[in-house]
């Protein structure tokens, strides 16, 4: 079975910076799309950051310039640098891949636990 573990959240100060991680673990064999999600209190999960396996990125775009998702592939690894943080990106903080597993065959989604980011001074 295919799990993801997030970890780097925590408190910090606007205009403070975080590094969040998340690991995929089973029988991978692919992981087509690295996506991080994000949900405040009181609002539905929107979409941060994806990395496709090609190289392409996309940003919501009250994060763009603030925001750099990569992925270390060969760890099924992706990150998520957060610089300038704001109040308004308090949330709980999801990755979401799109992965194929010698369990499964084809590809199936698969969220994280998530990990909480607070930003306050």
């Known amino acids: 079975q295919v799990q993801l573990v997030e970890s780097g959240g925590g408190l910090v100060q606007p205009g403070g910076s975080l590094r969040l991680s998340c690991v995929a673990s089973?029988?991978?064999?692919?992981?087509?799309?690295m996506m991080w999600y994000r949900q405040a209190p009181g609002k539905p999960r929107e979409l941060v950051a994806a990395s496709t396996a090609q190289g392409i990125t996309h940003y919501e775009d009250s994060m763009k310039g603030r925001v750099t998702v990569s992925r270390d592939n060969a760890k099924n690894t992706a990150f998520l640098q957060m610089n300038n943080l704001k109040p308004e990106d308090t949330g709980v903080y999801y990755c979401?891949?799109?992965?194929?597993?010698?369990?499964?065959?084809?590809?199936?989604?698969?969220w994280g636990q998530g990990t909480q980011v607070t930003v306050s001074s």
């Open positions: 979401h891949f799109d992965v194929q597993s010698e369990s499964r065959g084809g590809y199936n989604l698969y």
């Open positions: 089973g029988r991978i064999t692919d992981i087509r799309v």
